[in-house]
């Protein structure tokens, strides 16, 4: 399947490991240029050192923290300027604080709502113009099972992500008609640092060990595993393509069938 992704300019976020570092792989492996952003300097030259020497493509790290806008604007200015236009944005970014319904902080929502409600909306209003300018474009939304069914101790994903849901789909109504697509991917559990961290807080938090914990999570899972990043990523990649040029305002699931909902 040719993908038309050579030579095409992605921004992604929270790009030095993870789900993020999966996406620039999987873009950089198509020949696409791609910016990645994270707060941690350091580890994201590093990651872009690796990816740049495993891909063969140009990637360009920009340390910068999603939950502020001046980092943002800063970003998609940046990238711009190196690689002269932006064609794909995935937004990705670290999650929101594990909280319950009942217990969680003023802080809390307040970091919550920066870094996984606002964050969608500002990346997108500062890569439109340039998406405009290159004749059309790819938004692709990294949320979570959350958006649809609850997950426990983790309110504040729920809480800020439908927010970004609603403006995703509305944002793809409004700007199909430039050829700019706007879809979301809902992750089940892939094995990621974060992932790792929730398991070790479910381990502590119920007395079990942290291999017990991770049995647990994969019995749940239809398919009997949790997954693997590149298992989002390719998801991820399509959606970028020339092959998903009929896709817009969708959100798709990388879960192993775990989320119960029908739709
Ligand atoms: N893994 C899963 O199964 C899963 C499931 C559902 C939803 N998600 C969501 O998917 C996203 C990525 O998850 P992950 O598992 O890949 O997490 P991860 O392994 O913790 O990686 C997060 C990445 O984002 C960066 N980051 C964190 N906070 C940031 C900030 N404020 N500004 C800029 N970069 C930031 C991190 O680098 P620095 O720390 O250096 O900034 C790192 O590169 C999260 O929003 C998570 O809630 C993941």
Redesign the pocket.
Known sequence: MELGLRGKVAIV?????????ACAVGLANEGTRVAI????PE??QQAAREISQETGSEVLPIA????SYDDIKSLVAQTVDHFGGLDILVN?????PAASAQDATEEQWEQAIQ??LLFFARMSREALPHMRRSGGGRIIN????SVKQPIENLML?AATRLGALGFAKTLADEVAKDGILVNNVA????E????MELVEGRARSTGITHEQALTDLNNMIPIGRI?R?EELANLVVFLASDAASYITGSTIQVDGGVIRSML
Do not use: H, V
């Open positions: 976020g929270g790009g030095s490991r993870g789900l993020g570092r952003c994270s707060r941690n580890a994201l910068g923290d999603l939950s990705n970014s670290g999650g929101p870094l996984s990294i949320f979570a099972s994903s992750p089940g559990y892939l990621t640092e974060r992932m997954g990043p």
